[in-house]
């Protein structure tokens, strides 16, 4: 169990952040967007608790020389996105778990659960089109979930220069936080007080993930072909 246990904890943290931003519309149905953003952070939490074990596993992996067969590393890469598809596929229960807490969070100044209403995200109609903008979030993701992939990879063809290739991830998760904080953020703010488009948007951002991760693997791939022809 060695390259497994890294696409194990790859694919549950896409899972969490891909959660994070149905998280971030469940406050606006409690009146409260800060709310939303108290579940979004214990989220965020969440998936840096994974990359604290993440990075000491990789770090043990490596050096102890064991080597990761090409084959082995694309397939578990493939596996790795069961986690968004995962959220997708139950995002209704998902969004009405999270707007759960967010009452329970408004109620009783804490994290918790509560059963005191029902929403249906999937009844939900969108008015939203903007080509331009999924395209742009589409290519924002994409370094994000080739970066780990690639450093693995690259990890185990220069394990000399690991400790180089371990802040590789950085770079590339750089690049998508600068896009993020100059682009896409700002854009969504657009939709902040309309209720029914804020939830429905942030929900479907699931969909332009997938996609994001789908041209990923495709990248790796292609850079790990390259690589031996």
Known sequence: MGIELLFVLLSMLYCLESLSSIAR???????????????QNALSLGSRLIMFVFMPVMGFF????????????????????????????IRNYCFQFLVKVALHV?????????????YDLLSVKSYYDKKGFIIKYILTYIPYYAAWPL?????????????????????????TTLSISLYIDPYLSKFIDKTKENVWI????????????IISIILVSSVILFWYA
């Open 151 to 175: 450093t693995i990879f690259f990890l185990g063809e220069y394990t000399e220069y690991r400790a180089t290739l371990i802040a590789l991830p950085t770079v590339f998760t750089g690049i």
């Open 106 to 118: 408004k109620n009783k100044g804490r994290l918790g659960y509560t059963n005191q209403t029902h």
């Open 202 to 213: 942030n929900s479907s951002l699931i969909n332009l993930r997938i996609c994001s991760y």
């Open 62 to 89: 490596f050096d102890t020389g064991k080597f990761v067969p090409v084959s082995l590393l694309t397939i578990a890469n493939i596996c790795a996105i069961a986690g968004l598809i995962l959220v997708y596929a």
């Open 25 to 39: 519309s469940s406050g606006i149905w409690t009146g409260n967007i800060y709310n939303g953003i108290v579940v």
